[in-house]
């Protein structure tokens, strides 16, 4: 038994969240040209995330994961209640047609986050308390459907699609982490594909996404813009970028140059050997937490670290390849560098959950 952390991957994840408030405090320089906001406003909430994701990372790396075990049932009904609190008038915020926050005493928050770490912990739970069964219908596939269901319920009606998939993304590989039947995996996949299809034809803009996709220029100032400004930015970075601070697209082209644009704001100013280095980041990252996941004491360990680490890497490599136009447009923030309080909170907490798992290793 190990009781250090990780250094390695302790180390990994402070260059991430390093070069990625270096990253953000250029990037932002363009939002407050458009804005007229507050530097220190914007940077002070993104310290203060920061600083009370450490806290919390710290103290959940210092008690022994085998707690959350015993949680994780009531853990999962209340972040259940949480999240169904967005659609509760007062309390729940809505934007561009979405309900995804709320607010109280206060703060504003995305209970998807919370949701999503609830739902690993619940998962791995169960998954370790199975054997030769995870790979029958009945506790393998079956469990892992009935969670798809709960957790598109949740988040499909706010709407918040892109959370789902990096959900359904953990979940499965937590599923093929413990054994469980690839005739399984692509029944599970085939169903969610077939709810996404059936979602795309009844939500004009997923189609819009889905049709910007395949044809970037049918609507340079509409569908198409993000994606056209973002390959404009990445392309002209070249080889080694245009410099710290002399983005041109963050100043009016860009839409959110802190929010889901952020690597495309990277690219240009640290171009293509910049933007591979912080790719390469999120590559040790993986590698290293899944060597954790694999030499942990324990299935529950191995399982919890496993989920962990595919949930916040998927949301990163979603980003960046969307901005790349490799797959449709994602909402979602870039890990450890994209602008938003409460996912880079909860994942700097969910490292120190990794860290925790760590200290107990197989010898």
């Known amino acids: 038994m190990n009781k250090q952390i990780d250094r390695i991957f302790l180390g990994i994840v402070i260059a991430l969240v390093g070069v990625g408030f270096a990253i953000f405090v250029s990037a932002s320089v363009g939002l407050l040209a458009r804005t007229g906001a507050s530097f220190g406003t914007l940077a002070g909430r993104q ?30 009904i209340l972040s259940i209640g949480v999240t169904l609190l967005v ?21 504003s928050f995305q209970p998807a986050e919370l949701l999503k770490i609830a739902m690993v912990i619940y998962y791995a739970a169960f998954l370790s308390t199975l054997r030769e069964e995870t790979r029958s219908a009945l506790w393998g596939l079956l469990p892992l459907l009935l969670l798809l269901a709960l957790s598109g319920a949740l988040l499909l009606t706010q709407p918040d699609t892109d959370a789902f998939l990096v959900l359904g993304t953990a979940l499965v590989s937590m ?160 890990s450890f560098v994209s602008h938003g309080g409460s996912a880079l909170l909860f994942s700097l907490a969910e490292v120190g959950i990794v860290l925790n798992v760590s200290r107990y290793q197989r010898t």
């Open 47 to 76: 310290i203060l995330a920061i600083c009370i994701g450490a806290l919390a990372a710290y103290a959940l790396s210092r008690f022994h994961y085998q707690g959350l075990r015993k949680y994780a049932l009531p853990f999962l």
């Open 87 to 107: 659609f509760v008038p007062g309390i729940g915020i809505s934007h561009g047609g979405a309900n995804r926050w709320i607010s109280l005493f206060g703060f």
């Open 175 to 334: 599923f093929l982490l413990r054994g469980g039947r690839l005739l399984h995996i692509g029944a599970a996949c085939l169903l969610c594909a077939g709810a996404l299809a059936s979602l795309i034809l009844i939500r004009p803009y997923l189609l819009e996404r889905v049709l910007t996709f395949f044809n970037p220029a049918g609507d340079p100032q509409g569908g198409g813009y993000q994606i056209q400004q973002s390959l404009i930015a990445i392309g002209s970075g070249g080889w080694f970028g245009r410099g710290f601070g002399q983005s041109v697209q963050k100043f009016s082209y860009l839409p959110e140059p802190v929010g889901d644009s952020i690597f495309a704001v990277a690219a240009e100013e640290f171009g293509f050997i910049g933007a591979a280095l912080l790719v390469l980041l999120f590559l040790l990252f993986v590698l290293r937490g899944l060597r954790i996941a694999s030499s942990a004491k324990d299935s529950f360990g191995g399982l919890l670290a496993g989920g962990i680490v595919i949930l916040i890497s998927a949301s990163a490599f979603v980003n960046m390849a969307s901005m790349l136009g490799l797959i449709p447009l994602s909402g979602l923030p870039l």
